[in-house]
């Protein structure tokens, strides 16, 4: 399928949720689509612009990082991204039954994946607790015994940035989607018509991908030792 | 338009290889593979990113140029993470001049 | 194309236009036009132009003596940063894209408006409120880091309003990368019919290659400020030494972004001057095709040769060399331009309007930036220069001599399309004039004085260099007044300035077969392409019929 050329008169019977500066709904999906997978590139470096700093600071001090990973949860982290892989799942299946215009299904789907999404959030903020009451929040109250205290308490500031800015980015998606349910749920969508949930879906699966990269870069250094 | 409509049964079946991956990279983070680990953690990922990329994204029934730009995406973050390295990884080669 | 439409002298029948359909401020602030965020544009940007300016003012005024008497070392700190900060983030980078390509973008390809007319004035308030903030650390005393943000000084030892400016430009950015997402999704999607890829004006090409630059490069800029902020707000070392961290890869983290966002700043300008080329040779671009590689090239490359920013700062000389290399190899596309556009001019039919001055100012003054970047690019010379007025004069001989030149050109060059008005030819060459000697006076003694050894952001320097300081403040006195001029006349044709008519010079390209101003959606029917690009090869020997 390639990206549709211009018509050479905007077609005189507009369909309806037709923005008027596209010629038909094709031309504006196009669009759409397209511009979500570039605000995702941008995602991506966004992200990636932490990773590249976590990459250098974990070749540099490999011990101290696998030691202070072994204070991360691994079943808490290893349920989350059961959670929100499932949550990948049900949103799959939200766009799926837009596509065939069903919509009661795609608001069901709409509010399992926004539960799922919450569902991460509280097992997050129960990790986050653990690692209050264990002094590894990073600033002068962080404590870590043995001898890479300060390069562990590196990987930490690297632990609550990755992952908090991930948790807000799953903030917002569960805006976003409960945006798109009310509408999905006031009939604003059709099987012709229902872009923005496809949009809302690439936003959500793209913070899962991310996810299953922090996952074992955060999670699984050295889990032999 | 994605006109191409994925079937339900696609969508659990990928579901559940990314079951299977995410426990294969807990399990062979429980073993000693040296280096390799974050070798074998990385491609692990990269396979499940990829799945969700394809059949959730719908990459796979998409215009070519989707795909293009994700591609860039990855690079640019690859030469920022490789070249970067490239200062770091060379530091202990030479000794810098005096002064510099 | 109809020029018999109203005589240009006359002033024009009340006809419905992008300007006149609603008066109200409603209707401009609640604008999704692309044509009138790209005036809100234009204005919110010369007010940073002038305030980037008035720190200019006090740096040359210190500057005029040897001894630091004017302004305390800290203050002179501020001035400097706050220069940069202001013309980088908040004049260079939205110039071009946010006024000339938000008004031509959709215009030059057919289009009624942009793919996304609410974001695009998103992302005008997005850089409102990132200026806002920006203007507000500035009058509570401003940042004194450089505009680099260097750690640890940045995140850790200094004193001044970091985490606001910072959080100024972090907003600001993503006006940036919502603009490129914006240009690059219409011209990917609403293209007239027979509008292919190579028959696009290489203005279109141009913004593309920006955009790749925007959309990649910004976010890692982005998280770069978040970083510095986290750290400075919550004493957390992640740059800092103390707990393991490395500057050094603050700045490769920086200059990941900063490095190309050079490019962000030429690319527009480049494309305005190949439109200029063409419309005042009345000849199309020699090589078109290599042309439009070579944005694609420079928008790419760009990206590889950030650390010719760190050779003295640490950085490993393996690195270095290669980080060397790379920016030799940088350079040939954009020579490729300037043997190309050479080629175009000869046996053309030149026309010596406004708008050519102001293009031929940007060769002569881009290939001198662009080859002192070369000595810059070469290990051993850069070394005893860097950190010296040499670099200063380098990058304001691409940025002012090349870049804002670039602007003034196309500003010029699309005055009478943007508001129906022409404006009077003789001031607008004398302020071209002013504009060329200023700069030269400005800133060729600068290379002088960095060869010679004057560190940059000092206050104060060696008697011996006074001379030249001298000279280079006089200069930078006729080049404000190049600049003032304009503003006055461009403000006085709008009332009135003759009529301009649709195609005042006779330029081929959609922007030109539509009324001047244009109505709202831009063309009564979409038009339908059949030439190339620049097609001149009609006329015999033809001149610009000027009105």
Redesign the interface.
């Given at each position: 399928?390639?990206?549709?050329?211009?018509?050479?008169?905007?077609l005189p019977d507009r369909s309806a949720g037709l923005?008027?500066?596209?010629?038909d709904?094709?031309?504006q999906?196009?669009?759409g689509?397209?511009?979500m997978?570039?605000?995702?590139?941008?995602?991506?470096?966004?992200?990636?612009?932490?990773?590249?700093?976590y990459?250098?600071?974990r070749?540099?001090?490999p011990a101290?990082f696998a030691v202070a990973s072994h204070e991360a949860d691994?079943v808490m982290g290893?349920i989350n991204?059961?959670v929100l892989?499932?949550s990948?799942?049900t949103?799959?299946?939200a766009v799926?039954y837009a596509?065939?215009g069903n919509r009661k299904a795609v608001v069901a789907f709409l509010i399992l994946t926004m539960v799922l999404g919450v569902a991460f959030l509280g097992i997050k903020g129960a990790e986050y607790h653990h690692k209050y009451l264990d002094n590894h929040f990073?600033?002068?109250d962080f404590v870590f015994p043995g001898p890479y205290a300060?390069?562990a308490?590196?990987f930490f500031?690297f632990y609550f940035?990755m992952t908090g800015l991930h948790a807000l980015h799953m903030v917002i998606g569960i805006g976003l989607l409960s945006t798109v349910a009310v509408l999905a749920w006031r009939g604003c969508y059709s099987s012709?018509h229902f872009?923005p949930v496809?949009l809302a879906?690439?936003y959500w699966?793209?913070v899962?991908?991310v996810w299953?990269?922090l996952?074992?870069?955060l999670y699984?250094?050295?889990?032999?030792? | 338009m994605s006109e191409h409509i994925v079937q339900k049964k696609t969508y659990f079946a990928i579901f559940l290889t990314l079951m299977v991956l995410t426990v294969t990279t807990v399990w062979v983070a429980t073993i000693d593979l040296g280096p390799f680990n974050i070798v074998a953690a990385l491609v692990i990922a990269a396979c499940k990113a990829t799945l969700v990329l394809l059949i959730f994204m719908h990459v796979r029934y998409s215009p070519r140029i989707i795909a293009l730009c994700i591609f860039a995406g990855i690079l640019w973050l690859a030469l920022l993470i490789g070249l970067t390295l490239t200062d770091y990884l060379s530091r202990s080669w030479i000794a810098s001049p005096p002064g510099l | 194309m109809d020029n018999t439409m109203e005589s240009e002298s006359k002033i024009p029948e009340k006809r419905v236009d992008y300007l006149n359909v609603d008066h109200s401020l409603k209707s401009w602030l609640l604008t999704t036009d692309h044509k009138r965020i790209a005036l809100l544009y234009l204005i919110s940007i010369t007010l940073f132009f002038f305030i980037g300016g008035i720190f200019a003012v006090m740096i040359r005024l210190e500057l005029l003596t040897p001894s630091g008497n004017l302004v305390q070392a800290e203050t002179y700190n501020r001035l400097f940063t706050m220069h940069g900060m202001m013309m980088i983030f908040f004049f260079l980078i939205p110039s071009i894209p946010a006024v000339l390509g938000n008004f031509l973008v959709p215009v030059m390809i057919g289009a009624r408006d942009l793919a996304f007319p609410r974001l695009n004035l998103l992302s005008w308030y997005i850089f409102i409120i990132g200026g806002a903030l920006a203007i507000s650390a500035a009058v509570s005393g401003g940042v004194d880091t450089g505009w680099t943000f260097y750690t640890p000084y940045s995140s850790t030892y200094s004193n001044s309003h970091v985490i606001v400016m910072g959080l100024g430009i972090f907003i600001a950015g993503f006006s940036s990368i919502l603009t490129g997402l914006n240009f690059m999704v219409t011209i990917h999607t609403m293209r007239a019919p027979g509008l292919t890829w190579f028959r696009l004006p290489l203005f279109i090409w141009a913004h593309y290659a920006t955009s790749i630059i925007q959309i990649l490069g910004t976010p890692v800029l982005a998280i770069t400020i978040a970083l510095v902020a986290l750290e400075r707000a919550f004493h957390v070392g992640i740059f800092d030494p103390a707990l393991g961290g490395d500057p050094l890869l603050f700045q490769h983290l920086f200059w990941f972004y900063s490095h190309p966002a050079v490019y962000i700043m030429i690319l527009p300008s480049l494309g305005v001057v190949s439109e200029l080329i063409a419309c005042f040779t009345r000849k199309r671009i020699f090589g078109y095709k290599v042309v439009a590689y070579s944005s694609i090239a420079i928008a790419v490359l760009g990206f590889l040769v950030w650390g010719h920013h760190m050779f003295v700062s640490g950085m490993s000389t393996y690195a270095s060399l290669v980080f060397s290399i790379l920016s030799f190899l940088v350079a040939v596309p954009s020579a490729i331009k300037v043997f190309n556009w050479t080629a175009t001019l000869y046996k053309g039919s030149i026309v010596y309007d406004t708008p050519i001055l102001y293009a031929f100012g940007f060769i002569g003054l881009f290939t001198m930036g662009g080859l002192t970047g070369l000595f810059l690019a070469t290990l051993a010379i850069d070394v005893h220069v860097t950190d010296t007025y040499f670099v200063v004069a380098h990058f304001h001989y691409i940025m002012v001599g090349g870049a804002l030149m670039g602007y003034l050109g196309g500003i010029h060059y699309w005055w009478p399309k943007i508001t129906g008005r022409l404006y009077p030819e003789g001031w607008s060459k004398l302020a071209a004039l002013l504009v060329f000697v200023g700069f030269n006076l400005t800133f060729f003694p600068q290379f002088i004085l960095g060869y010679m050894g004057m560190p940059r952001r000092y206050y104060h320097y060696p008697p011996e260099f006074q001379a030249l300081n001298v000279l280079s403040s006089a200069g930078a006195s006729v080049l404000g007044v190049g600049y003032l001029i304009p503003v006055i006349y461009l403000l006085w044709s709008i009332k009135y300035g003759p009529a301009a008519g649709p195609n005042p010079f006779n330029a081929k390209g959609l922007e030109w077969q539509t009324q001047s101003p244009p109505i709202t959606q831009n063309f009564e029917t979409t038009p339908v392409v059949t030439e190339e690009a620049y097609d001149y090869s009609g006329e015999e020997g033809a001149t610009v019929a000027r009105s």
């Open positions: 399928m390639t990206i549709p050329v211009r018509r050479e008169q905007p923005a008027h500066h596209f010629d709904l094709e031309q999906h196009a669009a689509s397209l511009g997978w570039l605000f995702l590139v941008t995602e991506i470096l966004f992200f990636g612009g932490l990773f590249a700093a990459a250098i600071y070749w540099q001090y101290a691994l290893t991204t059961i892989i499932g990948s799942l949103m799959a299946l799926h596509q065939l990073p600033g002068p300060q390069q308490e590196l500031i940035i012709e872009a496809e879906g690439l699966h793209f899962d991908v299953i990269f996952f074992p870069l699984l250094i050295d889990r032999h030792k | - | -």
